[in-house]
């Protein structure tokens, strides 16, 4: 593939960056309305390698505000479905495809025997957030973690910060979080992207949600149904990848 591809990145961070960037390896869980924004842009930026983690398919709830969700993909794995679409972007980058439900009772990702420069955390399941989160912290792989698209509507109100020092720590899912982190001594440390805005649902709907791994092990829970509309996911999602390569490259000003 010919060489134009980045072009118009290495005018603006330059070459040697641009290839610091083709060696880097990246873990996304989660591929939806942020995680998905986030694995484009960063395929984009020219990352060479990429884990990605979603063990769901596409439905038509989808469609709003996912970047693979069309009416002719409904069904099909959303790991498929990137593996592709990035590949079509990059045909030189490496693909790594774990399909299945990232929980904290096995081990279908593994933290110490394999280097990673970065993850971006897109999971909207509690235990499995902070279980990941957990895990970085506690093995030093620098993370940030989505904390602020659903039940929003404006993305000029989304910003980078710290967990210590995130502004409206009453969100519900917020508060949650950071209690819970709490409780396993991790006050500060992780990044995070989360929203000034207060959230909003106009009915609160909970499904209980039952799932099997590939292991065959049964997870079976009750999940909060967020609004989502098609502006915040995204935003959110190239937050996260502009983070991850500005921490990643060098000074280039």
């Not at 980045?6 to 005018?11: A, E, G, S």
């Not at 009772?105 to 999971?123: C, L």
Request: proline letters at 3%; glycine letters at 6%.
């Amino acid at each position: 593939m010919g060489s134009e591809i980045f072009d118009r990145n290495t005018l603006f961070w330059g070459k040697d960056n641009q290839n610091t960037l083709k060696t880097k390896n990246i873990a996304i869980f989660g591929l939806g309305g942020v995680g998905g924004y986030c694995a484009e842009t960063l395929a984009r930026a020219g990352i060479g390698n990429l884990t990605i983690i979603d063990f769901d398919k596409v439905s038509q709830s989808n469609i709003n505000r996912q970047i693979i969700a069309l009416n002719s993909t409904i069904g099909e794995k959303k790991t498929d479905l990137f593996k592709n679409r990035l590949k079509d972007i990059n045909p030189d980058i490496n693909i790594r495809v774990i399909d299945d439900f990232y929980n904290n009772e096995e081990i279908i990702f593994d933290f110490t025997n394999e280097k990673y420069d970065y993850v971006a955390d897109a999971i909207d399941t509690m235990r499995s957030k902070i279980n990941l989160l957990e895990n970085c912290y506690k093995n030093n792989i620098p993370v940030i973690s989505s904390m602020g698209a659903g039940n929003r509507i404006d993305p000029t109100k989304l910003y980078i910060s710290d967990i210590k020092d995130i502004e409206n720590k009453n969100a519900p899912f917020v508060s949650n979080v950071i209690y819970q982190l709490k409780k396993l001594g991790i006050t500060e440390g992780i990044t995070v992207v989360t929203s000034r805005e207060k959230p909003f649902v106009q009915n609160k709907i909970t499904e209980n949600e039952k799932i099997i791994t590939n292991s065959g092990l049964e997870i079976e829970f009750n999940k909060i149904i967020p609004s989502s509309t098609p502006f915040v996911a995204p935003v959110a999602g190239i937050y996260m990848a502009y983070h991850i390569v500005n921490s990643l490259i060098k000074e280039f000003k």
